[in-house]
């Protein structure tokens, strides 16, 4: 059951695609390549706005695939346990931090009135390998199914069985898990399959107006027309639906947040528990420009599925 939605999002997408080519660009080709018989056809645009349109378009379409493939394939990070380090911190829960440090991380984390604005507070927390505790006693968290201690923002999924690092939630679109390896790619499909409905419903609206001529062939219009329409009207629910979607998740980069921060934490009737989140949200918090910069690196792989790293 877990391919169930990609192969529908496959299905989705080769529809689209389809049909955008089907009766709409290669119609236009065949209008641009015969001049004499243009009038039969719905467009006939010029030869640099056809090879422009065509090209531009299968590069967008190409990142959203490569997207779409990484994003479901890729490994959204996972508590590393590959050197002795790794090991001496996650496995056997030594993190070395002094018992004053420890301390006053439970003072703080008990006290809703702390100031956590004060910039040498929020340097401390910063310098803290582990802010984020259980709620009685102030112990680490640790995964029983795992048996990991787990870093700041890691989630035990309970589909993939495993403790994802800043884990944000998992998409049954892509059968995976969106967490730190992987959320960029996430976003990119998310841009790039806006990008493509773009090109769709732009590229087809005389398409879709050519659609409502009086209908002279039944087969014509209920293989052809009817088609567009449902295709057309299709692609502006997804394209509204992702757009807010895709907006929400950039508001969350800019606030270097994640979805089960925000739902789970932050607007949680519980004064305490908004506590502790704003306790660990001090130390990641650096700043619109700062926090898009951490998901999505450098400004020339921003629009590439290329992990940041750091």
């Known amino acids: 059951m877990s391919y169930v939605y990609p192969a529908l999002v496959v299905i989705l997408i080769s529809t689209m695609y389809t049909t955008f080519l089907a009766f709409n660009l290669i119609p236009q080709i065949k209008a641009v390549n015969d001049p004499d018989n243009s009038g039969q056809y719905f467009y006939t645009p010029s030869e640099e706005e056809l090879y422009g349109v065509l090209i531009s378009f299968h590069i967008v379409f190409g990142m959203l695939i490569t997207c779409f493939i990484l994003a479901s394939s890729s ?171 895709f907006t929400f998740h950039m508001n969350l980069t800019l606030n270097n947040m994640t979805t089960i921060e925000l739902r789970e934490k932050k607007n949680n009737s519980d004064p305490f528990i908004v506590h502790r989140f704003n306790v660990a949200h001090a130390k990641f918090d650096n700043g619109y420009w700062n926090n898009f910069m951490e998901v999505f690196g450098s400004p020339w792989i921003w629009l590439f599925p290329i992990f940041p790293g750091g």
């Open 75 to 245: 490994s959204p990070g996972y508590i590393p346990r590959e050197t002795s380090d790794d090991r001496k911190r996650w496995v056997d829960g030594d993190f070395e931090i002094s018992d004053s440090d420890d301390n006053r991380v439970k003072e703080i984390i008990q006290d809703v009135k702390a100031d956590l604005k004060e910039s040498r507070v929020i340097a401390w927390l910063k310098s803290i390998v582990i802010l984020e505790r259980k709620k009685q006693y102030g112990y680490y968290r640790h995964c029983s199914a795992c048996n990991l201690y787990k870093p700041d923002r890691t989630h035990h999924c309970r589909i993939c069985d495993k403790c994802v690092l800043r884990m944000d939630h998992h998409c049954p679109w892509i059968s995976n898990c969106v967490g730190y390896r992987n959320y960029k790619t996430f976003l990119l499909l998310l841009f790039y399959a806006i990008a493509c409905l773009c090109f769709i419903l732009g590229g087809m609206a005389r398409r879709l107006v050519y659609a409502f001529r009086p209908i002279m062939n039944t087969t014509t219009f209920l293989l052809e027309d009817l088609l567009v329409l449902v295709v057309y009207l299709l692609c502006m629910f997804l394209f509204i639906a992702l757009c807010m979607f």
